[in-house]
């Protein structure tokens, strides 16, 4: 079991920078295949990014404004987010895949094992 806590989210104005974090759980946290996934309001949850061991992918809607990285000692993937827009108000989940498999596309949900509860990322206009 692994367990997940995301923090870092709230209200802020478009244009500015916030970093969410998640927390996780066990004891091989340096080998998870760990994802950030979001929920704008009324729609389907999407992709945001993923991160296993130094590679990552951005979708395309936040790339050149985001960048996930993590830091295996505190067992913490985090999400920096810079200009901000209100587009990119959602629930933002992490979530973490235990083990990595070649062939598998860690931009579909599915592929992933845990989730957090979610954090609330509002931005203003």
């Known amino acids: 079991q692994v367990l997940l806590l995301e923090s870092g989210g709230g209200l802020v104005q478009a244009g500015v920078s916030l970093r969410l974090s998640c927390a996780a759980s066990g004891r091989t946290f340096s080998s998870y295949v760990m994802g950030w996934y979001r929920q704008p309001p009324g729609k389907e949850r999407e992709f945001v990014a993923f991160i296993w061991t130094a590679n990552t992918v951005y979708a395309d809607s936040v790339k050149d404004r985001f960048t996930i990285s993590r830091d295996n000692a505190k067992n913490t993937v985090y999400l920096q987010m810079n200009s901000l827009k209100p587009e990119d108000t959602a629930v933002y989940y992490c979530?973490?895949?235990?083990?990595?498999?070649?062939?598998?596309?860690?931009?579909?949900?599915?592929?992933?094992?845990?989730w957090g509860q979610g954090t609330q990322v509002t931005v203003s206009s």
């Open positions: 979530a973490a895949a235990t083990k990595y498999y070649s062939g598998r596309d860690y931009r579909q949900d599915r592929n992933y094992d845990y």
